[in-house]
Structure formats: structure tokens, C-alpha cells
């Protein structure tokens, strides 16, 4: 089996990932350092985003109504909502256009 997609920018292990519903390509996956990523399948050379969540993420899913948004619950008891559309990594990098 060939891979088609890597995620390699998690310096701990990877906890969970999340496919979008509406597109399959795009994954959503928290580590154990604490950052979630988001990485679409359609781009494969593109970076994707990164962002930092200061602690554990409990877990995380996309929105079954909406191809563009994704919730993340963590551990601190707060949720942090994603809108791929407005999306900006924290790290400096990101989806083109």
C-alpha cells in the first residue's frame, strides 16, 4: 500500500483524526504536543495549519451540516471552533487562496 499523504509536523504522537464529511481529502488531527492540524489531501505539497491549544485536546469533529467548520473540546474545559475558510495557522503557514 502506497501512502498518498503525510502528516509529519507533530513532534508527539498523534491522539486522533477527523474526516470531513463533506471532503474526504481534508483531515483534522490533534498530538500529544498539545496542536492540532489540519491537512488537505487535495493539496498534498501544501503545508497546511498548524495551531498551538496550550493543553490537551479531549477530542475533536467536524460539523455534520457544514463542510467548512470543525470543533476541538479541550481538556481546560473550552472548545475552540474552526472555520477552514477563515483559517490562519498560529505557525505561519497556511492554504494558498
Not at 85 to 93: I, K, L, T
Given at each position: 500500500?502506497?501512502?498518498?499523504?503525510?502528516?509529519?509536523?507533530?513532534?508527539?504522537?498523534?491522539?486522533?483524526?477527523?474526516?470531513?464529511?463533506y471532503?474526504?481529502?481534508?483531515?483534522?488531527?490533534?498530538?500529544?504536543?498539545?496542536?492540532?492540524?489540519?491537512?488537505?489531501?487535495?493539496?498534498?505539497?501544501?503545508?497546511?495549519?498548524?495551531?498551538?491549544?496550550?493543553?490537551?485536546v479531549?477530542?475533536?469533529?467536524?460539523?455534520?451540516?457544514?463542510?467548512?467548520?470543525?470543533?476541538?473540546?479541550?481538556?481546560?474545559?473550552?472548545?475552540?471552533?474552526?472555520?477552514?475558510?477563515?483559517?490562519?495557522?498560529?505557525?505561519?503557514?497556511?492554504?494558498?487562496?
Amino acid at each position: 500500500m502506497i501512502s498518498i499523504l503525510s502528516i509529519e509536523d507533530m513532534k508527539d504522537k498523534v491522539q486522533a483524526v477527523a474526516w470531513n464529511h463533506y471532503a474526504p481529502e481534508v483531515l483534522l488531527s490533534w498530538s500529544f504536543d498539545q496542536t492540532v492540524v489540519l491537512k488537505d489531501g487535495r493539496q498534498p505539497s501544501h503545508l497546511g495549519f498548524k495551531w498551538s491549544v496550550m493543553t490537551d485536546v479531549e477530542t475533536l469533529a467536524w460539523n455534520p451540516h457544514s463542510e467548512h467548520s470543525s470543533v476541538v473540546s479541550i481538556e481546560d474545559g473550552t472548545m475552540k471552533v474552526f472555520d477552514i475558510r477563515a483559517a490562519q495557522s498560529a505557525f505561519g503557514y497556511g492554504f494558498d487562496g
